[in-house]
């Protein structure tokens, strides 16, 4: 009976996180082809100095929010990078999970906010120029985290293609 319960409540919590984006106008779209380019794009904007030795070190492979928990990166953290987000412009931003082999496109997204994703893991929120990246993680203690990027480094034209 439990695991129909968690099932069942699974299921209630998507179909009331979808149904507020669709409250709120948002368009999503999912994205699998350039999936590989946008996941290599978020790394290159978000975590191109860090080293290779670091990454394996902070488990960077497993959670690339591992940057900003080990502090390899300086960013706004809990209630602060909540109020930042909702600050932010976001008229088409992706959604990446960590585990999932796919992108979602919002469109129409000025007014969702950080507390719209409460209930997901492990999500990385950013805009089409890379130039700041929200997430929320798994881990009560850890996060949410808001990271501006300086100036884009990469190779990158902005629309998931790197050049």
Known sequence: MQEIFWT?????????????????????????????????????????????????????????WHIFSYEKKRCLKEEAARHAFDELKKDEIYIMYQSRPYIYLYENAQDVRASDFDSEQDIYIFDKKFTWTYIHTHESSCGPYLYKTTQFECDFKGDGNIL
């Open 8 to 64: 069942v409540e699974a299921v209630r919590k998507n179909y009331l996180f979808k149904k507020n984006l669709q409250d709120k106008g948002v368009v999503v779209s999912e994205i699998y082809e350039g999936f590989v380019q946008i996941v290599a794009a978020w790394d290159c904007a978000f975590a191109h100095n860090i080293s290779e030795e670091t990454k394996k070190v902070i488990h960077y492979d497993q959670f690339k």
